[in-house]
């Protein structure tokens, strides 16, 4: 049992180690946007789906209304379901890259193609909020910070562990207590600020679009939410989700609608 206990140990320093010496090396990799999964849509119309059109011309009026000429801005996408059952009516909406430029990428999912024009429009000007922002950015290097910390974290963890089993010192606990406690406080801080990002980009998109549009869109989001849970529960669900209740962003919508006015 000791030998187990011990190699255990072991084992966890070293899977630490290397994840957060992996970590640490992508850490300082330039930012790649991955496309993947993404079917994008080509800039000149005569080489585009009839059915995509309507999309294309709508986010030429958006890119229009923020300045940017059709070749500087972000292109369009028809976003590819891997797994039809977890969103079957494909009303998905995606942007891949760090700014408005013509490198990023905005796609939505063919669900989208029957719904309101409305609807549709703010889908499309809700992803270019999160690109004006560099929202993609801040999750990206959010991410390999978390996965810094983790790596450290299990290293540390493993190495504690065996000096417990080694000496049976205790005193060891409370810094690894900290560390855990820090890691999940940061999380839950990341979630926060990932629910603000969206409020935020509902905001743009009610500047470049409408309140009544922003309220069409809502619909379209409450029929697709997943169902969250009443009371402790419910409220953890709350907690931990990336994304505000449609109850939130509806009412954060028409509050901010009424400061514009």
């Known amino acids: 049992l000791y030998i187990f206990w011990s190699s255990s140990h072991a084992a966890?320093?070293?899977a630490g180690a290397?994840?957060?010496r992996y970590a640490a090396r992508g850490l300082f990799e330039k930012v790649v946007y991955s496309t993947a999964g993404l079917q994008v849509a080509p800039r000149t119309s005569e080489f585009m789906l009839p059915a995509w059109r309507p999309v294309q011309r709508r986010m030429d009026r958006l890119t229009s209304r923020l300045g940017l000429k059709p070749e500087d801005a972000p292109v369009t996408a028809l976003y590819e379901l891997e797994n039809a059952a977890e969103n079957p009516d494909g009303l998905n909406a995606h942007s891949v890259g760090a700014d408005l430029g013509p490198e990023s990428v905005v796609a939505l999912g063919e669900g989208w193609l029957k719904?309101?024009?409305?609807?549709m429009t703010v889908a499309l000007a809700h992803e270019l909020g999160h690109l004006s922002?560099?929202?993609n950015f801040f999750h990206e290097v959010w991410s390999r910070l978390q996965n810094v910390a983790a790596g450290s974290l299990a290293a540390f963890s493993g190495a504690g562990f065996s000096w417990l089993a080694a000496t049976g010192t205790w005193a060891v606990l409370p810094p690894l207590f900290l560390g855990a406690s820090l890691l999940g406080a940061s999380?839950?801080?990341?979630?926060?600020?990932r629910?603000?990002?969206e409020l935020r980009a509902d905001l743009f998109?009610?500047?470049?679009?409408?309140l009544s549009w922003f309220e069409e869109f809502m619909r379209v989001v409450a029929r697709v939410e997943p169902?969250?849970?009443d009371g402790l529960i419910g409220w953890f669900e709350r907690l931990t989700s990336p994304y505000p209740t449609t109850e939130v962003r509806l009412a954060h919508g028409q509050r901010a609608a009424r400061v514009i006015e």
Request: aromatic share 12%; no cysteine.
């Open 12 to 14: 966890a320093v070293a």
């Open 18 to 20: 290397v994840w957060g």
């Open 115 to 119: 719904e309101s024009s409305g609807a």
């Open 133 to 135: 922002a560099g929202d």
């Open 187 to 193: 999380a839950l801080f990341a979630q926060a600020y």
């Open 195 to 197: 629910r603000r990002m």
């Open 205 to 210: 998109a009610i500047r470049v679009t409408s």
């Open 227 to 229: 169902w969250r849970s």
